[in-house]
């Protein structure tokens, strides 16, 4: 594009002055979600869940429907419909959706006036887009829709006016930083990275890492994927392609820098050399509730930072040789082509099966690298037949579906 720009506007004053505010959440049983979820109980009627969609843990979503009493829920497919249904409350009847198709529903929903977009990796994306399409408000934590589909979803945002706030900590660090800055006048995003557990060790080290050890972040609580993600960087490898799509900005003007505290969430630099942080406790709380809140800020139950206590603030250079994910995300997003859907869908074909002792910690990066070389060279040759596409999503997911038949083939 000729010149940086927001992936959309910010919401307009009817949003603005909407309480309560009634929101949808989108993978309310995983980690983001459960945390929403504790954002609600501490704005004491602020927010109020007018649905709520979780996955397969039926137990868990029963109990946060019986708490917040939603007329809306939804599951990942139609056998937990009854299942979940026998484990509401007497008297409770809420309308229960099921599946790819009940997931848009709920992200097209009209009662609400935001959503939340918090499942994880590529299952996300269509719900995503169903929002956008909507022009509703989205709290955005899927980071893999913007990586897969950015410029479809820059699209349809411009089409509808619908909003994306940031949920992500980086991101939403980025959003804050620049309060309404020109975009012309940065110089550069500076997206910190705790570097995960193993920052500092070599590869050799990192050959025979088991699970249970890599999904020991020291910093966040997360869920299991995203903190593989931080212990090979990849997390950082779809921010920089997610912070490109949602600021406008090159890839040559972001930048990764490890920053073990865990503090400093992200820096902007200007152009006058003036650089701004966002700084807090690490806890995804704060992000959420800036997201569900804004544009006030609400307190939510997160810890009170001391700066005496934390003492030093330390940043450092990764190292591409051991950690090389970062440098993949880069390729692909320079590749074109659709790469970043390749990357995404091998990542999560590895990191899946790393997690099941399929495969090794190292072979993760190698995984993608060897997928992503192949669907380069196949694309350069000639274009990936695609079916007849039904939605802009269509030929995105087909050749996600494609990569991840590939990268299984790899082990």
Not at 69 to 79: G, N, Q, T, W
Not at 149 to 176: M, W, Y
């Amino acid at each position: 594009m000729s010149s940086p720009s927001y992936i959309t506007r910010l919401p307009d004053e009817a949003f603005r002055a909407t309480w309560p505010r009634r929101i949808a959440v989108l993978g309310c049983t995983g980690s983001i979600g459960v945390s929403a979820l504790q954002v609600v109980r501490a704005g004491k009627g602020r927010l109020v869940p007018v649905a709520l969609a979780g996955g397969g843990n039926i137990a868990l979503l029963a109990r946060q429907a019986a708490e917040f009493h939603p007329p809306c829920l939804a599951v990942k497919d139609e056998s937990l419909v009854e299942p979940l249904r026998r484990l509401l409350p007497e008297g409770y009847h809420p309308a229960i959706l099921h599946g790819q198709a009940g997931y848009e529903a709920v992200a097209r929903l009209d009662e609400a006036d935001l959503v939340l977009s918090a499942q994880s990796g590529a299952a996300g994306l269509r719900a995503t887009y169903a929002a956008i399409g909507a022009g509703k408000v989205v709290a955005l934590a899927n980071k893999e829709s913007l990586v897969m589909a950015g410029e479809c979803i820059r699209s349809k945002a411009a089409e509808t006016g619908a909003v994306i706030l940031p949920v992500d900590s980086e991101h939403n660090a980025i959003f804050q930083c620049l309060g309404g800055e020109r975009l012309e006048a940065v110089r550069r995003l500076i997206i910190t990275a705790s570097g995960g557990p193993f920052f500092g060790k070599n590869r050799e080290e990192l050959r025979s890492i088991a699970p249970e050890t890599a999904l020991a972040h020291p910093n966040w609580s997360m869920g299991a994927k995203i903190s593989i993600d931080s212990a090979t960087l990849m997390n950082k490898g779809l921010e920089i392609i997610e912070a490109h799509h949602l600021y406008g900005l090159p890839l040559e003007q972001i930048d990764v820098a490890v920053h073990r505290q865990s503090i400093v969430h992200s820096l902007v630099e200007f152009d006058d050399g003036s650089q701004l942080a966002q700084l807090g406790t690490p806890d995804m709380r704060t992000a959420i509730s800036h997201c569900l809140h804004w544009p006030e800020r609400v307190a939510c139950g997160v810890e009170k930072l001391d700066l005496l206590k934390v003492g030093q603030l330390t940043f450092e250079q990764h190292d591409d040789a051991v950690f090389p994910c970062l440098s993949l995300a880069r390729k692909a997003q320079n590749a074109g082509n659709h790469m970043p859907v390749v990357l995404n869908a091998a990542n999560e074909v590895a990191v899946e099966a790393f997690l099941h002792s399929r495969l090794a910690f190292l072979a993760i990066g190698e995984t993608i690298g060897k997928t992503l070389d192949h669907f380069v060279e196949l694309r350069n040759k000639h274009p990936v037949n695609s079916p007849p596409a039904q939605s802009p999503l269509d030929s995105l997911l087909f050749l996600d579906a494609q990569a991840r038949e590939y990268a299984r083939s790899l082990f």
